[in-house]
Nanobody, 121 residues
């Protein structure tokens, strides 16, 4: 069972920066898409940023120009650099990954446990 662990959440002031990091707890044969989602209190989980194994990225309109997603294909890790943070960025941030666990094509899709980000003065 593939498991992901996030780190780097915490508190930041408006206009500040934080970086989130996500890594698997074990070897994964092949990771395709990786992403960060977030869920604010009382709201549905939403896509923040996504990156393919080829490095193609997609961002939510609310974070374009402020957040940058990156990955290390050798380590199957994904980062989210967040700058110019706003109070509305406050949420639990979840890492996501999908791919294959073996050459025989056993597919997986999994989430991390989430890391809290609070933006306030």
């Amino acid at each position: 069972q593939v498991q992901l662990v996030e780190s780097g959440g915490g508190h930041a002031q408006p206009g500040g920066s934080l970086e989130l990091h996500c890594a698997p707890t074990q070897f994964i044969f092949s990771v395709e898409d990786m992403a960060w989602y977030r869920q604010a209190p009382g709201k549905e989980r939403e896509l923040v940023a996504q990156i393919s194994v080829y490095g193609n990225t997609k961002y939510a309109d609310a974070v374009k120009g402020r957040f940058t997603i990156s990955r290390d294909n050798g380590k199957n890790t994904v980062n989210l650099q967040m700058s110019e943070l706003k109070p509305e960025d406050t949420a639990v941030y979840y890492c996501y990954a999908d791919g294959f666990t073996s050459p025989r094509g056993t597919r997986f899709a999994t989430w991390g446990q989430g890391t809290q980000v609070i933006v306030s003065s």
